[in-house]
């Protein structure tokens, strides 16, 4: 599924080094504004141990993990909503992601330039969040004549208007549309054409130095400034180091760092939660994969995403959650055991339902 997250922030705050860590690729980091001028793309895999226990019980010869896309984003700075910094271009690059995950520096290096001149998180988001709005107050304003008199003829149902100028009042108080309080209430479906920025989903990913990492309290004070969206903290230079390592290596420096689970995993776990998706199972002597599906799915949906000719002669599927097959240790003893099930049309997938699929071309 083409569903991205695109890495934003401030010029030199780590966009770019956490998206080399992520992507295991060399993109330019550079200590000076707008290194990155065209947004650049990697498929990051989602750590997923179910797969290397399928593998045994199947005999599986290759793993093939749900991935997660990134694009790393070149930096906003103050105005870019009125075109400073090529702020136009790059605002026009987030409008094609799914999500946004900010990237806001919390970590102090005399030797990296902060373009505002000081380390201040809630300062650096605020500037952000503030473009955002303002690109999106620009697109609202535009978009409401046209609605207005679409809604005149009939063309257009009130309710369409209704919304639009509720996002405009949320956006007029200086708040996103994704953490408003009145978000449950805008009717989101007649704002979606227009691809407003702040009604996106927001991950915060604060990059920070071992002060931070060791220090829950600091966390929570963070975590608390961008609620409801989920925070991820992580060292990006730490986690470019990690990705150079052996997995032993990795892991030994993770615990020396206090950390069970390195910051990358951490960002594509929630990045994928935050884009409202799950994964189910399949497996066999060739491979044990994870099919990302939407959350709410049902199983025809699911059986599409490995083939639309599965989806249209769809019959029924043959279903056991992970955690069953795993305590049955094989196939045949979870079907001896009755926890096989068979599934029709109607079913809505579970994450980690483990299914084969029963279908006519």
């Known amino acids: 599924m083409a569903l991205t997250i695109g890495i934003v922030g401030l010029p030199n705050v780590g966009k770019s080094t956490l998206f080399n860590a992520l992507t295991r690729q060399t993109v330019l980091a550079a200590n000076y504004p707008f290194a990155t001028i065209e947004p650049n793309v990697g498929i990051v895999n989602l750590p997923d141990e179910r797969l290397g226990k399928l593998a045994e019980i199947f005999g599986s010869q290759t793993l093939l993990p749900a991935t997660v896309s990134f694009v790393d984003i070149a930096g906003i700075v103050r105005g870019a909503s009125e075109g400073e910094g090529l702020g136009n271009q790059f605002l026009a690059n987030i409008r094609e992601a799914a999500a946004i995950a900010q990237v806001v520096r919390v970590f102090e290096d005399p ?101 931070v990492l060791g220090n829950p309290e600091r966390q929570q004070e963070l975590r608390d400034m961008v609620a409801p969206a989920e925070a991820v903290f992580l060292d990006a230079k730490l986690e470019s180091d990690l990705v150079e ?16 689970e390195s910051g990358l995993d951490q960002l594509a776990r929630v990045g ?20 990302t599906i939407n959350v709410g799915d049902t199983a025809p949906q699911a059986a599409g995403v490995i083939h639309s000719d599965f989806e249209r002669g769809f019959i029924k599927a043959e279903v056991v959650s992970f955690e069953d097959l795993v305590e049955a240790g094989s196939k045949a003893e979870a079907k001896a055991m009755g926890k096989v099930r068979i599934e029709g049309k109607e079913y809505v997938m579970q994450d980690g339902d483990v299914v084969e699929f029963r279908f006519n071309v």
């Open 111 to 211: 030797d990296v330039i902060h373009v505002d001149g000081k380390v201040d998180p809630a300062s650096d988001r605020e500037t952000i969040n503030t473009e955002l709005i303002l690109a999106d107050l620009q697109t609202v304003e535009k978009a409401i004549p046209r609605i207005e008199k679409e809604v005149r003829i009939k063309k257009r149902e009130a309710a369409e208007l209704d919304a639009l100028k509720a996002a405009q009042a949320v956006l007029e108080r200086g708040d996103t549309i994704f953490s408003s309080i009145d978000s449950d209430k805008l009717e989101m479906e007649h704002l979606r054409e227009l691809g407003l920025l702040t009604a996106k989903p927001f991950i915060y990913v604060f990059n920070v130095d071992d002060t």
């Open 245 to 260: 390592l052996s997995e032993e290596e990795a892991r030994e420096m993770l615990e020396m760092n206090g950390q069970t």
């Open 272 to 291: 994928f939660r935050t884009l409202g998706l799950q994964t189910y199972l399949t497996a066999g002597p060739k491979e044990a994969r994870a099919w």
